[in-house]
């Protein structure tokens, strides 16, 4: 990781306002570069810098990119504890719960507990992006055996109800599109609660309501044309690591 060319700001004497209009009302888009996987870009805006990247887990490259940033004094989204937050299952849906977004119950256990539920580990390695749905008890163990390292640590279990299906939804800079009103809402309370810019959102859904269930890593290329068309906005202008 190289940003030593990069250009530091101070902290603006306000925070920003995080209710952009419309990427779509802005300026025409730029010609740029194809969306490179691995890929760290940072775009500046209303004085804060903001790290778009695949992955922002703990020790990687973009996760110490933000650190460092932080450390010089620049004010920086995500902030190093929210991208820590988004990726634990619990941890974030407690502080999407207190931003006014329904979220799925979460059971952490060590042992199987209802089916048919979602499932994620809670260990050092494991990545929220990582789920299983399990429909029955012996499907359960096995994947239980696998993300608790044969017991060894607790798991987080959502159990469904019926009816419930598993959504996945990418949100770019809080926008999403085609999943109706009430989605397009918690996916711009969660960019203001996370500042994630390109995160993968996944719901439990049933009878037109969502409750989150967690959020993930995005790759690059499981974005629609769309979204790499809104991404690409928003990138406009941007220093490429």
């Not at 995500?78 to 634990?88: E, F, H, Q």
């Not at 989605?183 to 711009?188: G, N």
Request: proline share 7%; charged share 20%.
């Amino acid at each position: 990781m190289n940003d030593s060319h990069a250009e530091i700001s101070s902290p603006p004497e306000e925070i920003p306002d995080h209710r952009w209009p419309s990427p779509c009302e802005t300026v025409p888009l730029k010609q740029s570069p194809r969306l490179r996987s691995g890929a760290t870009y940072l775009v500046h805006r209303s004085g804060s810098l903001y790290v778009v990247s695949e992955n922002y887990s703990y020790k990687t490259d973009p996760y110490y990119l933000i650190l460092s940033r932080e450390l010089n004094g620049e004010r920086v989204y995500p902030d190093s504890r929210s991208v820590l937050d988004a990726y634990i299952v619990p941890v974030c849906l407690d502080r999407a719960s207190r931003a006014g977004i329904p979220v799925t119950d979460c059971i952490i256990s060590q042992s199987c507990g209802k089916v048919p539920a979602v499932l994620y580990g809670l260990n050092y390695f494991s990545c929220s992006s990582g789920y299983a749905v399990v429909q029955s008890m012996d499907s359960a163990k096995e994947v239980i055996r696998h993300i608790t390292n044969s017991g060894k640590y607790p798991f987080c279990c959502q159990p469904l109800r019926k009816g419930d299906e598993v959504v996945k939804a990418h949100a770019v800079f809080g926008h999403v599109h085609g999943y109706g009103e009430d989605l397009s809402r918690y996916a711009e309370l969660l960019f203001t609660e996370f500042h994630l810019p390109l995160v993968t959102m996944v719901w439990i859904h049933a009878d037109g309501e969502y409750r989150l269930s967690s959020l993930t890593p995005t790759r690059y290329s499981a974005l629609s044309p769309r979204e790499k068309s809104l991404l690409r906005v928003y990138l406009s202008d941007q220093e490429f690591l």
